[in-house]
């Protein structure tokens, strides 16, 4: 079979995406082709991928695996057909929001796909070429902090990183010690203000609530009007209402935001959707990934305009992470032409999930 099909970085998305998922299962279900820990997995299943999966629907008769990935070893996740020895791949972890992080691996060909995909994105959305870049991110496994640095490398600018551990935030608010939760993000702040008093940075990448906090120091606020003119959001929800008061404290700053997720081993293409105020949409990279919004006690998708649990699904050559519930809800809108699923806004996460209270501290 002609793989090629799946052959990443490429600058236009394949022209039939069926064909492409066709081969995709044939791929990572092949005997010299898939993961270990596919491989092991289809032994499980009710159905065979090869032959039962025609469409991107039928990817809901996939179990809900990504629990497995908090202690799958890595090397069962990279498919064989990458021949031997295989690229070593870029390991990333999520945040720890709902227990122990969940491990992805991320091939060089996937990462040099989705850094063109970010770097576009930076570019269109408004970063300052040539102006340094502040990120208040977590650092460490996460790969925030790996594919901005990248991205500032082609886009001509000075990358400025601050530490950042999401998940000691995260202990410590399940603790409720909201004076240690301040003082550390006091911490990450002031490793911030020196570097916007000290060097020369017009570009910001910081999560809502580490800019909430900014927002309450007036000093601070200063500093960020008087030097930024780009910046994102992303890493944790903010709601409509205050990404309004967030513009107006900062009048001379754009403000933008992404949503990614390491589940899906990249982040959505954002778009400005005009409803009385600006908002923000966020369409997957389809065919790669494939969102759902859906009544969470049904599964079935609930009415565009409402909101709902996001169901991610991701299908690459490096990886296959089907029909993934995830902490999320969000808003269902319509995707632009083409796109399969559907896009999503306003996101933000359940109470609990699996159980588990979640807390998303910084991040």
Not at 3 to 8: A, I, R
Not at 115 to 140: H, K, N, Y
Not at 198 to 227: F, G, S
């Amino acid at each position: 079979m002609d793989f090629s099909l799946l052959d990443v970085p490429r600058d236009l998305p394949v022209d039939d995406p069926q064909a492409f998922l066709r081969t995709a299962m044939a791929w990572h279900f092949g005997e010299d082709t898939g993961s270990t820990f596919w491989l092991r997995a289809a032994a499980h299943l009710p159905f065979d991928p090869v032959a039962d999966i025609h469409a991107f629907e039928d990817l809901r008769r996939f179990p809900n695996l990504v629990n497995t990935l908090r202690d799958v070893p890595v090397e069962d996740l990279i498919p064989r057909g990458y021949g031997w020895p295989a690229p070593l791949p870029q390991v990333f972890e999520s945040g720890g929001t709902t227990g122990a992080p969940k491990r992805t691996a991320q091939m060089p060909d996937w990462v040099e796909q989705v850094t063109r995909w970010q770097t576009e994105d930076f570019a269109i959305g408004g970063f300052v070429r040539g102006g340094g870049f502040l990120c208040l991110m977590p650092s460490g496994p996460h790969g925030v902090s790996f594919f901005s640095r990248r991205i500032c490398e082609r886009l001509g600018s000075v990358f400025h990183p601050v530490d950042l551990d999401p998940r000691w935030v995260k202990k410590l608010a399940i603790r409720n010690a909201s004076r240690d939760v301040a003082g550390y993000v006091e911490h990450v702040i002031e490793q911030a203000r020196w570097i916007l008093r000290t060097q020369n940075v017009t570009n910001m990448h910081v999560t809502p609530p580490l800019l909430e906090a900014i927002a309450r120091n007036d000093a601070d606020v200063a500093l960020i009007n008087e030097k930024i003119r780009w910046l994102l959001l992303s890493g944790a929800h903010v709601d409509p209402d205050t990404l309004d008061v967030l513009r107006d404290v900062f009048p001379d700053t754009a403000i933008t935001m992404a949503f990614g997720s390491t589940m899906i081993l990249s982040q959505a293409s954002t778009r400005v959707v005009e409803t009385g105020c600006p908002t923000f949409a966020f369409d997957p990279r389809t065919p790669y990934v494939v969102f759902w919004v859906v009544d969470p006690g049904t599964g079935e998708p609930v009415p565009y305009g409402q909101r709902g649990q996001i169901v991610m699904n991701h299908i690459s050559k490096g990886m296959f992470i089907p029909n993934n519930v995830e902490r999320d809800t969000a808003i269902r809108l319509a995707g632009p032409d083409g796109q399969i699923g559907d896009s999503i806004a306003e996101v933000k996460p359940v109470e609990v999930f699996d159980g588990e209270r979640v807390v998303e501290g910084v991040y």
